[in-house]
């Protein structure tokens, strides 16, 4: 019978998992690799040796996988959002200077002193239409929201984990949303935001 993993164990191993993710480039390498990758850490002492004690070693790989490296993604996300603040994002595109009046889940409304609206609304870029999908809802159920019948600002801060996406694929997005007035900022860890291809704001 599998044993219960305790909550303390559990977060050591996903921080040693993370760490090697990082170290391997989890998120820019090919499936290949990070299969291998894998399954040198079901075999490693402080991973898979470690888990096999309270699941079987039947299913250690499954969990690895779909267990904490599906994790790996959404973390290193947060991370990056947690880095900037949406109220510079605003100031960076918008050249507008704004005080938070109220935030939900991955959404950030903000006010200019002269009572104009924006809402920053932070997702993937692989999901950049689920964030533009969460700004309009908003919208949409809080007519307050709109002033003098005109509607928020919308920006999104998209964060890019795969390098190897291009500048190409940014300016297809950036070009797509400007047509219906959206704004757009892509943030990673090494090269922080872009809006339209040029380099908007550092974020290490």
């Not at 090919?30 to 309270?54: C, H, Q, T, Y």
């Not at 990056?80 to 409304?109: A, C, F, M, R, W």
Request: aromatic share 6%; hydrophobic share 35%; proline share 3%.
């Amino acid at each position: 019978m599998a044993k219960l993993l305790p909550k303390e164990q559990s977060e050591r191993v996903k921080n040693i998992v993370f760490a090697k993710a990082d170290a391997h480039g989890y998120l820019t390498r090919g499936r290949n690799e990070n299969g291998k990758f894998i399954d040198a850490l079901v075999d490693d002492p402080e991973v898979g040796e470690v888990l096999s004690s309270f699941m079987g070693k039947g299913k250690v790989r499954t969990h690895i996988k779909d267990g904490i490296l599906n994790q790996y993604p959404k973390a290193k996300t947060k991370k990056i959002l947690n880095g900037i603040l949406p109220t510079d994002t605003i100031q960076k595109v918008y050249s507008s200077t704004t005080n938070v009046i109220q935030t939900e889940s991955d959404i950030t409304v903000c006010r200019s002193d002269d009572g104009k609206i924006f809402v920053v609304s932070s997702g993937n870029f692989l999901k950049w239409e689920t964030a533009l999908k969460k700004a309009l809802e908003l919208i949409a159920r809080e007519p307050n929201l709109v002033v003098d019948g005109n509607t928020p600002e919308i920006c999104l801060q998209l964060v890019v984990l795969n390098y190897s996406i291009t500048d190409g694929d940014k300016t297809l997005i950036t070009d797509a949303l400007n047509a219906i007035g959206v704004k757009a900022v892509f943030l990673s860890n090494g090269f922080g935001g872009d809006l339209n291809g040029k380099n908007a704001r550092n974020n290490t």
